[in-house]
């Protein structure tokens, strides 16, 4: 059946502009319309499509009306007796006959939709903050474990073991599904079997929304306060400022804190060498499969890598001097004072006294029960060596100082 004489649809109003205003004057009084209907939706993303294309390009307005045709359709289940879809509908025809447009052929792509920046944020935050995600999740907080690499360097594991070890070139402290980070020690003096961390690598893997993925590297002399990028936090991504680098004391003691895996980095350096310090949240650390079994921060030192220490070595002079300079800033006699002993004996460099204290300051900032800061352990003296051996490098700092 033809259309009454004199009537013509909306669509035979020719300026597709002034075909969707008279729709949206339409759509103002039919107060009926359902809700799940998206009829609006369709016409707004047409009106897009439509306004982008320059003027006479029949291929991009038929792409655009052959993309409206395929979203009423879409909608049409919601929209049965809305007259404003109704109306679309039949415009839609006629506009394609006006312009001379197939039924089929290829659409207008999708018109990009920014995220909603509210949603985004909420979700990131939510996402990229571990400990709040953790409690949500599990309704309490989460368990967290330290891992420290200081002086010769000696290892405090995650499970509170400690070892004094040789580790010469380079060792994987940590290699799980988070993070990577690699120690490269050399002997501390020519000659010596202790050997003291020269260069730290820490890689924070790619992470969802949260971050790109960043690398630190710190080297004897070049403590830096940036990821290699020259950037100090996550990146771009909705989450990059849970991942941040703080300067607490220039080319000393940088911070890193990956909130998005409930994480604290401690990079220090005292003397001739480099110390690592670490807070990780317990699912985070044991995140790592067979073929990682390497990490010096689980697993401790491999038995041929590990030094003996011999019992005290009370009444040697270079003991005693070690003692007492190590007392000044360690008074209670565990094996940070010990290693702090075993250092400043085998090196002759006084500056290993701050290695062991910093190492000692990161562990009662980091460990949740300061019952576990101390670790005694039996046989923990520092080495006996031959006191020109102490005197030998004294004198050598003494002579490079004059």
């Known amino acids: 059946m033809g259309k009454p004489a004199g009537s013509r649809s909306l669509g035979q109003l020719g300026n597709p502009g002034l075909f969707l205003r008279a729709l949206f004057l339409l759509l103002l009084f039919c107060?009926?319309?359902?809700?799940?209907?998206?009829?609006?939706?369709?016409?707004?993303?047409?009106?897009?499509?439509?306004?982008?294309?320059?003027?006479?390009?029949?291929?991009?307005r038929c792409q655009a009306l052959r993309s409206y045709s395929l979203c009423t359709r879409r909608t049409a289940r919601t929209c049965r007796g809305d007259l404003a879809f109704h109306s679309a509908v039949h415009g839609i025809e006629d506009l394609m006959i006006q312009h001379n447009c197939s039924k089929e052929g290829p659409t207008s792509p999708p018109r990009p939709r920014p995220?909603?920046?509210?949603?985004?944020?909420?979700?990131?935050?939510?996402?990229?903050?571990?400990?709040?995600?953790?409690?949500?999740?599990?309704?309490?907080?989460?368990?967290?474990?330290?891992?420290?690499?200081?002086?010769?360097p000696h290892i405090r594991t995650f499970h509170d073991e400690f070892h004094t070890c040789r580790v010469e070139g380079s060792w994987p402290l940590l290699d799980n599904d988070y993070l990577f980070v690699q120690a490269t020690s050399s002997p501390v003096a020519k000659g010596s079997n202790a050997t003291v961390t020269r260069k730290l690598t820490i890689i924070f893997k790619n992470m969802k929304e949260c971050i790109d993925q960043k690398v630190y590297q710190a080297e004897l002399d070049n403590l830096p306060s940036a990821f290699q990028d020259g950037s100090v936090n996550g990146g771009e991504r909705p989450g990059g400022s849970s991942l941040t680098i703080l300067e607490h004391v220039p080319g000393q003691h940088v911070e890193i804190r990956a909130g998005y895996i409930g994480t604290?980095?401690?990079?220090?350096?005292?003397?001739?060498?480099?110390?690592?310090?670490?807070?990780?949240?317990?699912?985070?650390?044991?995140?790592?499969?067979?073929?990682?079994?390497?990490?010096?921060?689980?697993?401790?030192?491999?038995?041929?890598?590990?030094?003996?220490?011999?019992?005290?070595?009370?009444?040697?002079l270079e003991a005693e001097v070690a003692r007492a300079l190590c007392k000044d800033l360690l008074?209670?006699?565990?094996?940070?004072?010990?290693?702090?002993?075993?250092?400043?004996?085998?090196?002759?460099?006084?500056?290993?006294?701050?290695?062991?204290?910093?190492a000692l300051e990161d562990a009662r900032v980091f460990l949740p029960d300061l019952e576990r800061l101390h670790i005694f352990q039996a046989g923990a003296g520092g080495s006996c060596v031959s006191s020109s051996f102490l005197l030998f490098f004294l004198l050598a700092g003494f002579w490079a100082v004059l």
């Open 331 to 358: 008074p209670v006699e565990d094996v940070y004072f010990h290693s702090c002993v075993f250092d400043v004996v085998t090196s002759g460099d006084a500056n290993f006294t701050l290695a062991a204290h910093g």
């Open 264 to 316: 604290t980095i401690a990079v220090r350096q005292a003397g001739p060498q480099l110390s690592f310090s670490i807070r990780a949240a317990e699912e985070v650390a044991k995140a790592f499969t067979e073929e990682q079994d390497l990490q010096l921060c689980v697993g401790g030192c491999p038995h041929s890598q590990r030094l003996p220490r011999s019992p005290g070595c009370r009444g040697n």
């Open 115 to 152: 995220p909603n920046p509210d949603h985004q944020s909420f979700r990131a935050l939510q996402m990229c903050d571990y400990e709040k995600s953790f409690a949500y999740k599990h309704g309490q907080l989460p368990r967290y474990q330290h891992c420290a690499a200081f002086g010769d």
């Open 31 to 60: 107060r009926h319309v359902s809700p799940q209907c998206k009829i609006l939706r369709c016409n707004s993303e047409y009106y897009v499509a439509s306004s982008s294309q320059a003027r006479g390009a029949r291929g991009a």
